[in-house]
């Protein structure tokens, strides 16, 4: 009975001995510890060194921005008229004056030779009053001719003018509405979209074609009213474009005077150089400079990286050790160091 007593308390505490045990071996309780130090790293060579300075770099804002075309137009039809043919399509490149749309005419061209036909009736008959009016001076000058023959004569006159003139009129205003059924384009530009189809039925504002100037491409943000008073007519900035990695130069064309009430910002527009790249409605990102700021920049080939993590190699009185960094903004073909160097250290590129 007392043996079975004293198992279940030796169990207990062996167990529990067992465990501390383990647990301190773990730790490393059992194993010669080493001071913590810098371990130089065996058989490297050091290739090149660069010394850690602070380089003045301007502070940038990045305003968000679009490509906008200054020259852009909706093409609608000025007659209520069924669509024939149409000339171009998205992405096509036209020219003033090139015909873009033709519309079903065969009942204008009708309106046309009837006006037509209508005036030189007229001109004959005109030309017959004309005559008449002047036999009837002659025979009342000669007192063959009463005054009211001559007046009768006079009035025929007058009105033939009249109607002569009103068909000249309505001749002109069949041949312009003829010209309307052929839409020509008025700028010079590509096509952005396509809005109709042949046999589609145009109205006089739908629109039909969207044109725009690729020369007319230019750069529209919001600033910050804190950003954008401090700006000027003229004043040269950059733009970057991010679906095409591109940085390119801008000149700020426009400053609008209001600005938003809710966003509190001011739109801002600048002129840029035509690249047959740009489309408009493209994301951009215009860069204001702000102030000098102190910043220490690195090559970007002195720099490992492992995953998310970045190191380099720091020389200090002779013995190369690793040293992690965190990094910033990429300069060109500099990085900014973030954290990890100071002014006047050495860094070095080692080959093993």
Request: aromatic share 4%; charged share 20%.
């Amino acid at each position: 009975m007392n043996s079975v007593k004293l198992r279940k308390v030796v169990a207990p505490i062996g167990a529990i001995l067992v465990l501390v045990i383990s647990i301190a071996w773990m730790a490393g309780l059992f194993a010669d510890k080493v001071a913590p130090h810098e371990v130089a790293p065996s058989k490297q060579m050091i290739e090149e060194t660069w010394q850690v300075k602070l380089t003045n770099m301007p502070v940038m804002e990045s305003a968000p921005a679009s490509l906008k075309a200054r020259e852009t137009t909706l093409i609608s039809s000025r007659i209520l008229a069924r669509i024939e043919k149409i000339n171009v399509r998205a992405g096509d490149q036209v020219t003033q004056g090139m015909p873009l749309i033709v519309l079903e005419n065969s009942g204008l061209k009708s309106q046309v030779a009837q006006a037509k036909s209508k005036l030189a009736s007229l001109q004959g008959t005109m030309e017959e009053a004309k005559n008449t009016l002047q036999r009837m001076q002659n025979l009342k000058q000669q007192g063959l001719a009463s005054t009211a023959e001559l007046e009768q004569a006079q009035a025929m006159f007058t009105r033939l003018s009249g109607e002569e003139q009103t068909a000249t009129q309505a001749q002109k205003e069949a041949e312009a509405t003829l010209g309307y059924s052929t839409i020509l384009a008025p700028i010079s530009g590509r096509i952005v979209e396509r809005k109709a189809e042949p046999g589609n039925m145009a109205t006089p504002g739908q629109p039909l074609l969207a044109l725009y100037n690729p020369l007319s491409l230019l750069i529209e943000a919001d600033v910050r009213e804190a950003v954008a008073t401090k700006l000027s007519l003229g004043q040269q900035l950059s733009v970057y474009i991010d679906s095409l990695d591109m940085q390119i130069p801008a000149t700020i064309s426009e400053l609008v005077p209001a600005a938003d009430p809710n966003a509190h910002s001011f739109v801002v527009k600048a002129d840029i150089q035509f690249d047959e790249n740009l489309r408009p409605g493209m994301f951009a990102r215009l860069q204001i400079p702000l102030e000098q700021e102190s910043l220490i920049l690195v090559p970007q080939e002195l720099v490992e990286s492992f995953g998310q993590l970045s190191r380099v190699w720091v020389l200090n009185d002779g013995q190369l050790s690793r040293r992690f960094v965190r990094l910033g903004e990429v300069y060109g073909e500099q990085v900014e160091v973030v954290s990890g160097l100071k002014s006047a250290e050495i860094i070095s590129r080692v080959i093993k």
